[in-house]
């Protein structure tokens, strides 16, 4: 059974930073593209960041693009997303995703519970 748990969360000030960790219990965690997405209260889930499973390509949304960056640690079945500069348009439920090699936007298989981020003014 594959389990993601999403570690990180928490209230950081504007400006601030913060470093959320997704452990994936998952053997073949190296085979599998991993996201980050985020969900604010009353909206929809919308795409944070993903990065392949190779680690050779990634892809943000335009609203974090340059703030954020997502990376992995294969050897510890570890996805990670930095974030600098956070807003209070930030503040949301951070889910990790793994999925097959395709398109980084869509089709992930499995998800964490989520890590909850508020950005306080």
């Known amino acids: 059974q594959v389990q993601l748990v999403e570690s990180g969360g928490g209230l950081v000030q504007v400006g601030g930073s913060l470093r959320l960790s997704c452990a994936a219990s998952?053997?073949?965690?190296?085979?599998?593209?991993t996201a980050w997405f985020r969900q604010a209260p009353g909206k929809e889930r919308e795409f944070v960041a993903a990065?392949?499973?190779?680690?050779?390509?990634?892809a943000y949304s335009d609203s974090v693009k340059g703030r954020f960056t997502i990376s992995r640690d294969n050897a510890k079945n570890t996805a990670y997303l930095q974030m600098n500069s956070l807003k209070t348009e930030d503040t949301a439920v951070y889910y990790c995703?793994?999925?097959?090699?395709?398109?980084?936007?869509?089709?992930?298989?499995?998800w964490g519970r989520g890590t909850q981020v508020t950005v306080s003014s």
């Open positions: 990065l392949t499973w190779s680690g050779s390509s990634t």
């Open positions: 995703a793994v999925g097959p090699p395709g398109d980084l936007r869509k089709n992930y298989e499995y």
């Open positions: 998952i053997r073949t965690f190296s085979w599998y593209n």
